[in-house]
């Protein structure tokens, strides 16, 4: 599976954004999907998952309560909705695939997916 992640900017402290990640391939439904993000420094991290069918989801614990993951597999679409955006969110972020299988929870590390986007930068202000 091929994906594009598109939806970053420029937002101030409090805002939100959607990030967006368009996929190919006609197995979508077969994958379980992520986000992670890097900021500069620092190493890839894990955001959010989602399951196949998108019942199941988990997030970190960084922005549990803020961001929701979501998936329509008839569009090959996945997203991002982060709310009360912090300094902190400031990262590029990548959306990721991969046939697992097991609980999501368990698929927090990038080591995990095998196919990755091209990221997209989010940069949050004061």
């Known amino acids: 599976v091929q994906l594009q992640a598109s939806g970053g900017g420029l937002v101030q402290a409090g805002g939100y954004l959607r990030l967006s990640c368009a996929a190919s391939?006609?197995?979508?439904?077969?994958?379980?999907l992520a986000w992670f993000r890097r900021a500069p420094g620092k190493e890839r991290e894990f955001v959010a998952a989602i399951s196949r069918s998108g019942i199941n989801t988990n997030y970190a614990n960084s922005v549990k309560g803020r961001v929701t993951i979501s998936r329509d597999n008839a569009k090959n679409m996945l997203w991002l909705q982060m709310n009360s955006l912090k300094l902190e969110d400031t990262a590029v972020y990548y959306c990721?695939?991969?046939?697992?299988?097991?609980?999501?929870?368990?698929?927090?590390?990038?080591?995990?997916?095998?196919?990755w986007g091209q990221g997209t930068q989010v940069t949050v202000s004061s």
């Open positions: 391939g006609r197995t979508f439904s077969s994958y379980v």
């Open positions: 990721a695939a991969e046939r697992a299988s097991g609980p999501i929870a368990t698929l927090t590390h990038e080591s995990h997916f095998g196919s």
